[in-house]
Nanobody
Framework: QVALVESGGGLVQAGGSLTLSCVAS????????MGWFRQAPGKGREFVAR????????DYADSVMDRFTISRDNAASTVYLQMNRLKSEDTAVYYC?????????????WGQGTQVTVSS
């Protein structure tokens, strides 16, 4: 059964850092674009970052540019989100997701999410 399992969330003070991890299983991770999304209380889900299958290209939402870094380890079927200089507005549930193409209209697989809370 396909699974994406996020970890690394928690409570952090504004200005601090966290690294999220997402371990994938039961699908060919090395061929998939991986993305991170987030959903804050009372808001819709929003794109945060994505990375292509080989890692040669990354894209970020403007709100996290220069603060967050997405990376992947294909040997470990894991994608990471390094989050620095966190702000209260980064508080959300963070989800990883997999798409079979950078042109895909939708992400095919989703994790259950991990909570990130930034205290001001």
């Amino acid at each position: 059964q396909v699974a994406l399992v996020e970890s690394g969330g928690g409570l952090v003070q504004a200005g601090g850092s966290l690294t999220l991890s997402c371990v994938a299983s039961e699908f060919p991770f090395v061929y998939y674009v991986m993305g991170w999304f987030r959903q804050a209380p009372g808001k819709g889900r929003e794109f945060v970052a994505r990375i292509t299958a080989t890692g040669e290209r990354t894209d970020y939402a403007d709100s996290v540019m220069d603060r967050f870094t997405i990376s992947r380890d294909n040997a470990a079927s894991t994608v990471y989100l390094q989050m620095n200089r966190l702000k209260s507005e980064d508080t959300a549930v963070y989800y990883c997701a997999a798409a079979d193409s950078i042109y895909a209209q939708e992400y095919k697989f989703w994790g259950q999410g991990t909570q990130v809370t930034v205290s001001s």
